[in-house]
């Protein structure tokens, strides 16, 4: 008898990547502030923002290169309203 076993391998790297948050979208929740200080703090405006990011003139999204993504990956998946994007 044979069988056939098939295997999916996601292979996520976590070097040089841009943090991309749709700020106008942000819901000022403070969910990744608490889980990622190093990269996150609240505005004036009640929204939070990447620290030392820009702001993409194109899109209106901030943008955050880094080097090591660490607890930016913590704050994306746990951000309620799914508005930061790592790639
Ligand atoms: S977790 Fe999402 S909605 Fe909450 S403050 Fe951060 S970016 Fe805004």
Known sequence: MFGIECRTFFIYHEDNMKII???????????????CPKFWEMGDDGKAYPKGGK????????ELEVEKVGCNKDAAEACPVQIIVIR
């Open 21 to 35: 948050q749709k700020h106008e979208e942000c819901i000022g929740c403070g969910t990744c502030v608490a889980l």
């Open 55 to 62: 702001k993409n003139s194109k899109t209106g999204d901030w």
